[in-house]
């Protein structure tokens, strides 16, 4: 299988302590975030990975290059202007003819991939999405699932004060077939969860809910950045 890692993000909620690089890049343990997700991915067997760029995507090309040294085969698209996530997906259109992983570049996890790429061929859905409970629901993508895994709706951020919070949360890594860009217009900037899911939703595709208590943690602020970084001291991600 391959992946896709979402990486084209400025990151304003995190410039303040990191101001001249792409969020995906924030150092983790003397390494890039994005280095980690590249190790996780290969650690099973997902070798051929796609990087969805933007803001400052030299900083990335630069560092990873053809990725051999990592030893693995990356891919690089890299938008003229911003066009969202489900936007950046779409220039991998006639790269990806088979069911593929998509990684939000901002998350560092420690998941048994193998679990979820099992799950969603299971199911044989249009799209899996990993699902959590996290501590900040409230500006988190909530699901509602059925008895059997299947969502059946998608409450997309931000949300008012009093909205239910025990709800799972997107959890930024999915699964889909290539039939998701059906759903993309070319050039017109759109959202994965916002727009795509949701029309998808309207159109009753089937698309399912892995749940996990496993590791998996944004690093989209600064007070999430240092508690990652509290959580990796004290051996919680489980990777070091």
Not at 17 to 31: E, H, L, R
């Amino acid at each position: 299988m391959n992946a896709v890692i979402l990486a084209g993000g400025k990151g304003t909620r995190i410039s303040s302590i990191f101001p001249d690089i792409p969020k995906s890049m924030i150092p983790i343990q003397g390494k890039p975030l994005l280095q980690h997700q590249i190790e996780q991915l290969k650690r099973y067997d997902i070798h051929t990975i796609h990087m969805c760029l933007g803001y400052l995507s030299t900083a990335i090309t630069d560092y990873f290059g053809s990725g051999i040294q990592f030893d693995v085969e990356l891919d690089y698209e890299i938008e003229s202007s911003p066009q969202g996530t489900a936007g950046s997906l779409y220039l991998l259109k006639d790269h990806l003819s088979e069911d593929f992983m998509v990684i939000n570049g901002d998350i560092i996890f420690n998941v048994n991939l193998f679990s979820i790429i099992e799950f969603h061929q299971q199911k044989g859905g249009i799209a899996t999405l990993t699902t959590h409970i996290n501590p900040h629901p409230l500006d988190s993508d909530l699901v509602e699932i059925d008895e059997n895994g299947r969502l059946i709706h998608m409450h997309t951020r931000p949300h008012a004060p009093d909205f239910d919070t025990t709800h799972l949360a997107n959890a930024g890594i999915m699964i889909f077939n290539p039939k998701l860009f059906d759903y993309i217009i070319e050039s017109k900037k759109q959202n994965i969860e916002k727009h795509i899911i949701t029309d998808m939703l309207k159109n009753n595709e089937m698309i399912y809910c892995y749940q996990t208590d496993e590791y998996i943690h944004d690093t989209g602020t600064v007070e999430r950045y240092h508690q990652v970084i509290q959580d990796v001291m004290n051996g919680k991600l489980g990777l070091f």
